[in-house]
């Protein structure tokens, strides 16, 4: 991303929800870095799911409990 990657734009994410009371949107981080250090930053960050790629659509429209259809 140009300007802030995943991490910081998910802080920023929930520091606007929390100044509005807004409810938590769900936000996954679909990645190809699968490192551990990596995963902690992202849920300190508000990330609700981290997915590393490889990823099946089928999985991922599991994971979202969208209907599977062919596409």
Request: hydrophobic share 45%; no cysteine; aromatic share 8%.
């Amino acid at each position: 991303m140009p300007i802030m990657d995943g991490i910081v734009s998910s802080s920023k994410i929930r520091e606007y929800e929390e100044q509005h009371s807004l409810p938590r949107a769900a936000i996954m981080a679909v990645t190809g870095v699968a490192s551990s250090e990596m995963q902690q930053q992202a849920f300190a960050a508000g990330i609700d799911d981290y997915l590393v790629k490889p990823l099946s659509l089928h999985d991922l429209k599991r994971i979202m409990n969208i209907a599977w259809f062919d596409i």
